[in-house]
């Protein structure tokens, strides 16, 4: 017979080779502290619908919170051959207090139990990372409110293209946080639903009740069906999905910090915790945090794919395959939960060089814009007036100068309609100044999108 606590139905042990290959407890200990709050919930409910002794549940209750206890001061010490997460509890708690152990699993199948854990789990990693992109979301702003003013040129195609003010593009990431933000929000709510008392797949013929067990364990419903609910690991998928998206956004970020950091835009200087050096080339210091995030997103990406594959043939209700759902969903909790931290403490402790952004401002053709809007606002169609500029351009590119370079003699023979206050209009500060529609660089728009941000993350 085999030594397991399934093992009745068998005649020989497996050899050790192929049970450590089918174990999941070398990573699925992880969610030890969810396994004994969903048992001691199962126990409790089993105890009020009299389907347990109440003394026996005492002592399963006794016997799992002493689990606890030691769990939290990392005293249990976790076997292959007990599989995972469930047996190995499971034994210990009849090793504590004898056999009336067995009677745990009384109307409970590992199918929900397990299901019930990866719920409890990715509830409590939900909430700890909506609270590290509100603490992103602050770092932000604090940058932002420093560099309204601040002019830093505005890209397309990463070619200078108009100046902008450097918190208005440091707000952009503000929202691309709050949607991030929302969506892990909004899915939590299809997270905090019980599979418990779903049994292996079909329920239970015991009386269980399992909206009391949902309440216990603080679930805001149960699944409505027995299949679904052990089969379901939408959950996952989407709080993967979500951790895609915003690690997609980070890596955004990363690029930019990156390319900011470099020797040919010297926008910022990262703060010394968060650069390296090179063995070999001492005057190198390296934006690896950034490039690390960068790259770590890519593992998240491979993750959510992963599960999504794992589950594309999956005939209902429970297979062993779904086993391959939790490291997956650990590393991407632990990838992100990481990339946020570091995220918000390269952001506060930047240096931001305000001079060489507003210099890049004035060495370029970014205000070209400027010098049609201009002409335009005098009653030229716009295409006329782009096609007097872009000649303007050519000639400047041709001898080696910058539009504020050419004389007013130069501009009015381009158009009679040039005026002396050309020269305002070319200037980045007024040009960013004169951009006021709404969700516009305009510092004033910039100032009202600070106000309405602040009140969008808690402190
Ligand atoms: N270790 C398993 C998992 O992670 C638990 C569920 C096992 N259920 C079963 N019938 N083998 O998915």
């Given at each position: 017979m085999s030594s397991k606590l399934w093992g009745g139905r068998f005649t020989k042990s497996a050899e050790e080779w192929v049970d450590e290959f089918g174990a999941s407890i070398s990573f699925d200990q992880e969610l030890v502290l969810e396994d004994l709050q969903g048992s001691l919930a199962h126990v409790t409910m089993l105890k009020q619908c009299s389907i347990l002794p109440e003394e026996d549940a005492d002592q399963i209750i006794s016997g799992l919170k002493s689990l606890q206890e030691k769990a939290e001061k990392g005293e249990l010490t976790f076997k292959v051959?007990?599989?995972?997460i469930h047996l190995n509890l499971e034994s210990m708690l009849i090793n504590e207090?004898?056999?009336?152990?067995?009677?745990?699993?009384t109307g409970r199948s590992r199918n929900d139990q397990v299901a019930t854990d990866l719920h409890l789990y990715m509830r409590n990693q939900t909430k700890v990372i909506v609270e590290l992109i509100n603490d992103l979301q602050e770092a932000i702003l604090e940058q932002a409110k420093k560099n309204v003013e601040t002019l830093i040129p505005g890209y397309t195609h990463l070619q200078r293209a108009q100046p902008i003010s450097f918190a208005h593009h440091l707000m952009a990431y503000f929202w691309m946080l709050e949607r991030d933000k929302q969506r892990f929000t909004e899915s939590y709510k299809r997270i905090n639903i019980s599979p418990l008392g779903a049994g292996a797949l079909a329920g239970t013929t015991?009386?269980?009740?399992r909206a009391l067990s949902a309440e216990l364990l603080g679930f805001d419903g149960i699944y409505e069906n027995s299949l679904d609910a052990v089969s379901d690991r939408d959950f996952a998928i989407e709080f993967m999905s979500n951790s895609a998206t915003m690690m997609m956004h980070l890596s955004r970020f990363s690029e930019e910090i990156i390319l900011w950091s470099s020797q040919e835009f010297q926008f910022v200087e990262l703060d010394d915790t968060f650069s390296t050096g090179s063995s070999i080339m001492p005057q190198k210091k390296n934006p690896d945090m950034a490039e690390l995030i960068r790259g770590k997103t890519g593992r998240v990406y491979g993750n959510l794919t992963g599960l999504l594959t794992v589950l594309k043939g999956l005939p209902l209700a429970y297979n062993k395959d779904m086993q391959e759902d939790k490291e997956g969903v650990f590393d991407t909790v632990k990838t992100t939960v990481g990339s946020l931290k570091i995220f918000a403490g390269m952001i506060s402790t930047m240096k931001v060089k305000a001079d060489v952004m507003e210099k890049a401002t004035k060495?370029?053709?970014?205000n070209a814009t400027e010098l049609a809007d201009y002409l335009a606002s005098k009653g030229m169609p716009f295409r006329k007036a782009h096609e007097v500029v872009g000649k303007l351009v050519l000639f400047c590119v041709q001898n080696g100068c910058y539009l504020v370079d050419l004389s007013i003699e130069q501009f009015k023979e381009a158009s009679e309609l040039f005026e002396n206050d050309i020269y305002d209009a070319l200037n980045p500060y007024e040009a960013v100044k004169r951009r006021?529609?709404?969700?516009?660089?305009g510092f004033a728009q910039v100032q009202l999108a600070i106000e309405k941000a602040e009140k969008l993350v808690s402190k």
């Open positions: 051959e007990m599989e995972d207090i004898g056999p009336v152990g067995g009677k745990l699993h015991f009386p269980i009740d060495n370029d053709f970014s006021n529609s709404a969700g516009g660089t």
